[in-house]
Structure formats: C-alpha cells, structure tokens
C-alpha cells in the first residue's frame, strides 16, 4: 500500500489481526508519555467492537488524517470521517472504527493515560451491519 499522508504507513498489524476484519497496518509514532499510532486501513477494514477501560482516565483519541472512514458508538448511529476530523472516546464506550468500502482510512489513535487501562475486544462488526453503511 503506498503512503496516505505524511505519517508512514508501518507494517501489518500481525499481532492484532483477529480483531480486525481485513487488512490493517500499524506504525508507532510514540511510546513515551502518551502512545500514538498511525493506524491505516484497506478500503472496507474496519475493527471488531471493543471497549477501553480504565480504572482512571483512559479512552482514545482518533485524528483523521487521509482517506474516509466511519466510528460508531453501541446504540448510536455511525459517523462518517475525513481528513481533519477528531473522535474523543471516553472510557467504557463500546465502538468501532475503519474504512469505508472503496477507499483507505488512516488516523492517528492516541491513548488517554489511564490507571488499569486495557482493550477489551468485543463481536465483529457483521457485513450485514457494514453494508448498511
């Protein structure tokens, strides 16, 4: 996949691809501090449900940087996203996110430090769900 944005695209998200439906890449650009991420889905990759929890603290922040793609909250109707747009997703918020069908995704996922932060991973977003998008 060739680059998107000034952010490098990274390797294959490998170690989180049964969370995923399609092919995803990943490339830190953080780790001190507060971990960020530039995270790029292929047209129509999108993550499963999932939910960060935390003790104290915690959720994520997505900053849209190239492509189009979609975030949706448990209950609530999902929201298309393009360059520029900023997602904050408190902590316990069951959600998804990732492309659209015909274009690639790329966002920039920041972490909220958290005291007992994790990721809890949830039921795949179905293709009957997908599809109604």
Not at 5 to 13: D, K, M, T, V
Not at 62 to 84: D, F, H, M, N, S
Request: proline share 6%; aromatic share 12%.
């Amino acid at each position: 996949m060739k680059e998107l944005s000034q952010f490098p695209i990274g390797a294959g998200n490998d170690a989180y691809a049964q969370y995923f439906i399609g092919k995803s890449y990943l490339h830190v650009l953080s780790d001190k501090q507060v971990f960020i991420a530039n995270v790029t889905f292929e047209p129509a990759c999108r993550n499963n449900w999932h939910i960060h929890e935390a003790e104290e603290g915690g959720g994520q922040i997505l900053i849209v940087t190239a492509g189009e793609g979609w975030y949706q909250e448990w209950g609530k109707p999902a929201r298309a996203l393009k360059p520029g747009d900023v997602v904050n997703i408190p902590a316990g918020v069951k959600h998804w996110h990732g492309a659209k069908k015909d274009c690639p995704f790329q966002h920039l996922a920041v972490e909220v430090p958290a005291k007992g932060g994790k990721s809890v991973w949830c039921e795949p977003v179905t293709d009957e769900e997908y599809n109604k998008l």
